[in-house]
């Protein structure tokens, strides 16, 4: 079986990271962001979101507010 491994380019943005195992595929934050920079891997039962539009992320941190898992969090309170 192929194993897809996400892209860091896929994970990130300047303002936010995703940690793609604590997602659950909810949408909530794709829904969410209003410039939509987040977009969904669907693909049988592989599914979580993914960055799609890095650049156009302005670091409101709604999408972080809203995951009920603590899947994507601010940059700078990601443990270096
Ligand atoms: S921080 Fe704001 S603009 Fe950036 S992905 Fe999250 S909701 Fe969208
Ligand atoms: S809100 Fe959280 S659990 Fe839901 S799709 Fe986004 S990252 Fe995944």
Not at 11 to 33: G, H, M, Q
Request: glycine share 4%; net charge positive; hydrophobic share 35%.
């Amino acid at each position: 079986m192929k194993i897809h491994f996400p892209l860091l380019r896929h994970a990130k943005t300047p303002y936010i990271r995703i940690n793609t195992s604590l997602c659950e595929a909810c949408w909530t934050c794709v829904d969410t962001c209003p410039n939509h920079v987040l977009g969904k891997v669907e693909v049988l039962s592989h599914r979580h979101v993914r960055v799609d539009r890095a650049d156009q992320c302005e670091g409101c941190g709604k999408c972080v507010k809203v995951c009920p898992n603590g899947a994507i969090l601010r940059v700078d309170k990601v443990k270096k």
